[in-house]
């Protein structure tokens, strides 16, 4: 099979997930149901690339652990994050909009939407799975260390703020510790730097076109609906809390490093 026909099929897997998706939002009357299965979108599209025409060498196998523990890490995060609390406000905001036509339309600018855009990120995973790129390289290894680096970040940065924010002492209060301290969205640079990892994977086989997928990752977690937009939230509410305007003035919106002074 063709490696772009490898690739329509996960478009169809996608699709396919979404739409289940779409139908429990329709029960539950929560259209953000959505955010839970981000995460588990990719590891279902890695895995299709490989079940359909993957070449199962040590690549592959290494690829699929990754997106697995990553993706499936992230769902769960999330849905654990928003379990009791309803349908998120963005949402809700589009529903009360047009609320007669808000389930219709959910399915195609909500719930497709997201499964065509895990789909042309994911380039740098089907190249990864699906090519024959002989034994593991330095560009490998350095996948490894770099995801590892991504994982801490995104894994860690959500473990702290969870624990932060479950103490009542901090309520009010600017998460300025652990890695927080040195950048003011440590789970989004993760994020990225996890999507980076996956594009050196599929560098090591020659899928230079990879990169597309890696960099509409990057754009969309810093310009669309992860840095801005929460950074746009906090904006309109971070000011309440103590400490906000300095910690802003003095921590690197996104990279990591040392504080201003």
Do not use: C, K
Request: without cysteine; charged residues 15%.
């Amino acid at each position: 099979m063709a490696l772009w026909q490898v690739w329509l099929t996960g478009l169809g897997t996608a699709a396919a997930l979404m739409v289940v998706v779409w139908v429990g939002s329709v029960v539950r009357t929560d259209a953000s149901l959505v955010d839970r299965v981000w995460g588990l979108a990719f590891v279902v599209l890695a895995w299709t690339y490989a079940v359909v025409d993957g070449v199962w060498d040590a690549r592959t196998v290494l690829t699929l652990v990754l997106v697995s523990v990553w993706g499936l890490r992230l769902s769960v995060f999330i849905t654990w994050r928003n379990w009791g609390h309803g349908e998120d406000a963005r949402y809700a905001a589009m529903r009360a909009r047009r609320p007669g036509t808000f389930t219709g339309r959910s399915l195609v600018t909500v719930f497709l939407l997201q499964a065509v855009l895990a789909w042309l990120v994911s380039v740098p995973l089907l190249a990864a799975v699906a090519v024959d790129g002989g034994a593991l390289g330095p560009l490998d290894v350095l996948a490894v260390v770099v995801w590892t680096v991504g994982f801490v970040f995104e894994a860690g940065g959500d473990w702290q703020l969870s624990r932060f924010l479950a103490d009542p002492a901090n309520r009010g209060r600017v998460m300025d510790r652990g890695l927080w301290r040195y950048t003011r969205h440590p789970n989004y640079f993760g994020d990225t730097v996890v999507w980076w990892a996956f594009l050196l994977l599929a560098l090591a086989v020659g899928g230079w076109w990879g990169a597309a997928g890696t960099l509409l990752m990057t754009f969309l977690i810093v310009r669309v609906s992860g840095v801005a937009l929460t950074e746009r939230r906090m904006g309109r509410t971070g000011s309440r809390r103590e400490g906000h305007d300095e910690y802003v003035r003095r921590t690197n919106a996104f990279f990591p490093g040392p504080r201003r002074p």
